[in-house]
C-alpha cells in the first residue's frame, strides 16, 4: 500500500515529496468461499475459480497448467518444484487465453528441479490476457548451487514479458539466468510496470553463445511507456567476460520509458 504527498501553493510544487509504503503481510489475500484446494500438480481448468495450494508439491514435469480463463492460483506460501525430471518444463504454465478476464498467480515459491533440458521456465504465459504475477519467489538452478548457466539457449529469463500493460511486482528473483525482459520488438510489452523487485542474476557462456554474453537484470527492448521504479538488482558475471548489465535498454524506436528510484550492483 503506497501514497505520497507534494505541496501545492498556487501552481507551485514544493521541492519535495513524502511518500508512505506499508506491505501488507504475507498470507493475508482474500480467498473466497468455494475456493479449491490443491494437494498435487493439476489441470487448472475452472473458468472464474480461485485454486489454493495446500502443501509444497513436486513434478517430474510441469506443475500447473492454467486452462480456464479467469483464474487465480494462489500458493499459499508453500513451494512448487518443477522438472525434477528430463526434459521441459514449467513451474507454472498457460496458453491462448486470448480476451480471457484477469489470470493470477501469487504467494509462493516457484523452484526448479534437478532435471534438464528443453524449455524450463519458471512462469511461462503465453497468448494470455491481463496477467498479475505478485509475491512469488522464483528460483531457477540457483545461483547458490552452481556457477554456470544451465541454459541450452541464451536469453534465459525468469520472466519475460510480451503482452501489454503487464504490472511485474513485489517478486524476489534469484537464478543463473537473466532477470525480467520487456519486448516490444518480437512482442507487445509496452505500457508494462516493473517495480519493487530483488533481482539476483548470475550467468556465464551458454551452448548457442559461447564466446560471449550478458548479465542481463532488466532488459528493455524496443517497449514503450514501460516504468521501472524501487528495484534492487544484483548482477554477477563470471571472470573471462565480465560484463554485466543490471539495466539493459534498447529503446531506440521506443518513447515514454521513464527509470528511478532503483539500486543496481554490478560485480565482474
Not at 50 to 64: C, R, S, W
Amino acid at each position: 500500500l503506497q501514497f505520497a504527498v507534494q505541496v501545492l501553493r498556487g501552481a507551485v510544487a514544493s521541492p519535495f515529496g513524502y511518500a508512505v509504503a506499508c506491505r501488507v503481510p504475507e498470507g493475508s489475500f482474500s480467498i473466497p468461499g468455494g475456493a479449491i484446494p490443491l494437494t498435487a500438480p493439476a489441470n487448472l481448468s475452472v473458468a472464474g475459480a480461485t485454486y489454493v495450494l495446500q502443501n509444497d508439491v513436486a513434478a517430474a514435469g510441469t506443475a500447473f497448467t492454467i486452462s480456464a480463463p479467469d483464474v487465480t492460483l494462489d500458493l499459499g506460501g508453500h513451494t512448487v518444484t518443477y522438472g525434477t525430471g528430463a526434459g521441459a518444463a514449467q513451474g507454472v504454465y498457460s496458453e491462448y487465453l486470448y480476451n480471457a478476464g484477469k489470470t493470477t498467480v501469487r504467494n509462493g515459491a516457484i523452484v526448479e528441479g534437478g532435471g534438464s533440458g528443453g524449455q524450463r521456465h519458471g512462469v511461462y504465459f503465453r497468448g494470455a490476457h491481463d496477467v498479475r504475477l505478485t509475491h512469488l519467489t522464483v528460483l531457477i538452478a540457483s545461483i547458490t548451487e552452481c556457477l554456470g548457466t544451465k541454459a541450452l539457449v541464451a536469453n534465459g529469463y525468469m520472466i519475460a514479458v510480451y503482452k501489454p500493460s503487464t504490472d511485474v511486482f513485489e517478486n524476489e528473483l534469484a537464478g543463473e539466468s537473466r532477470g525480467i525482459h520487456f519486448d516490444g520488438t518480437d512482442g507487445d510489452a509496452h505500457g508494462s510496470l516493473c517495480h519493487d523487485n530483488v533481482i539476483a542474476v548470475q550467468d556465464q557462456p551458454n551452448p548457442e553463445y559461447p564466446d560471449f554474453h550478458w548479465v542481463h537484470g532488466i532488459k528493455l527492448e524496443g517497449a514503450r511507456n514501460v516504468v521501472v521504479t524501487r528495484n534492487f538488482v544484483t548482477g554477477v558475471a563470471d571472470d573471462a567476460h565480465a560484463e554485466v548489465r543490471c539495466l539493459d535498454l534498447d529503446v531506440e524506436s521506443a518513447t515514454g520509458v521513464r527509470i528511478e528510484r532503483n539500486r543496481f550492483t554490478a560485480r565482474a
